[in-house]
C-alpha cells in the first residue's frame, strides 16, 4: 500500500533554517501532488504548500519568501525553511494526492525558540 513518511524536523532558534523530507513508497504514477501542511499547537491543521510533479508550486502568503518546495521525484518532496519564526512552530505533515486519494504521514514536529 501507499505510505508517506516525514523527516527532517527538530529544535532549531528563531532565523535558522530545516529542511523537511517527503518520502512516498507503494503504487503510485507521476500523476499526483504532494503537499505539506502544519498543525501548530491548539490550531486546526493548515496548508502550506504544495507541488504538483512537473508542475508549478503553490504557496500559502504567510510563507512566500520563507519557504520553498521542491520535488527531487515522483516520490519524493522537500520542504526548505528559511528564517524560522515562533509561529512556524507545529508539527508538519506531508500529503500525498494520488488517483484522487489523500495520503498523510505521521508528521515532524518543528519547534522555533525565541
Known amino acids: 500500500q501507499v505510505q508517506v513518511v516525514e523527516s527532517g524536523g527538530g529544535l532549531v532558534q528563531a532565523g535558522g533554517s530545516l529542511t523537511l523530507a517527503c518520502a512516498v513508497s507503494g503504487p503510485i504514477n507521476a500523476y499526483n501532488t504532494m503537499s505539506w501542511y502544519r498543525q501548530a499547537p491548539g490550531k486546526q491543521r493548515e496548508f502550506v504548500a504544495e507541488s504538483p510533479f512537473g508542475g508549478r508550486p503553490k504557496y500559502v502568503d504567510s510563507v512566500i519568501g520563507r519557504f520553498t518546495i521542491s520535488r527531487g521525484s515522483v516520490r519524493t518532496s522537500k520542504l526548505y525553511i528559511n528564517s524560522l519564526k515562533p509561529e512556524d512552530t507545529g508539527v508538519y505533515y506531508c500529503?500525498?494526492?494520488?488517483?484522487?486519494?489523500?495520503?498523510w504521514g505521521q508528521g515532524t514536529q518543528v519547534t522555533v525558540s525565541e
Open positions: 500529503k500525498l494526492l494520488h488517483d484522487g486519494q489523500n495520503y
